[in-house]
């Protein structure tokens, strides 16, 4: 590393800051002792996913998501009104399946893979029309988001509990990084050991 710290690799087409870590992780390693674990990038499939309008990326200002919390309505929505392929006029024409953002997600939240391909040769032969396609997605989505939906309303119905369970692993990790700043002290020698003196009350 030298006196040099790198900017973020990119994975995904993100930089990943993670790589600065590795290399801190990798020198202290090497100085002192095998004590840090490597960081690594956690991607699926797709790193990122194009927004609903067909842009680079989903954005929140721009309003070209789809939300974890939407309804299913709101999901039917978003769906039926995506971006797909601009040269295709009418839905006997050849289409594009490559840039195409209803096509992106349907890699990625479709799981019936035969019903995938069957969508894109019909559609790259002009046999299917792109509401069937959007209607396949939004029922693939439904299948995904409904269990998260479910779930997200057990626990706004009760934010104690979650509440509890931000508490309880803030406590864990708390206990994790103790032990680990200890591993750390001791690889570098200087885990001293102080006395807590308590103080006599001021009169």
């Known amino acids: 590393m030298g006196g040099e710290i790198r900017s973020g690799s990119h994975v995904g087409g993100f930089a990943a800051p993670d790589e600065q870590a590795r290399e801190i992780v990798r020198r202290f390693n090497s100085l002192y002792a095998r004590v840090l674990i490597e960081p690594r990038a956690m991607l699926g499939a797709v790193a990122r996913l194009p927004g609903t309008d067909g842009g680079a990326k989903m954005s929140k200002s721009v309003g070209n998501c789809i939300y974890l919390g939407d309804s299913s309505d709101q999901v ?23 840039g195409n953002p209803v096509f992106t997600y349907h890699d990625v ?8 391909e069957e969508l894109k040769d019909r ?4 046999t299917v029309g792109d509401v069937e396609v959007k209607q396949r997605l939004f029922e693939a989505l439904e299948n995904f988001l409904g269990p998260i939906r479910e779930r997200r309303a057990q626990y706004a119905a ?9 508490r309880e692993g803030t406590r864990k990790g708390r206990e994790v990084a103790r032990q680990t700043m200890e591993e750390v002290r001791h690889a570098m020698n200087i885990a001293y050991a102080f006395e807590t003196k308590t103080r006599a009350p001021l009169t």
């Open 76 to 98: 039917r929505q978003r769906v039926m009104s995506m971006f797909t392929d601009p040269t295709r006029i009418h839905p006997t024409d050849p289409g594009h399946v490559e």
């Open 109 to 116: 939240f479709n799981p019936n893979k035969a019903e995938v």
């Open 123 to 126: 559609y790259t032969k002009g």
């Open 158 to 166: 009760k934010p104690g509990q979650v509440y509890e369970i931000i």
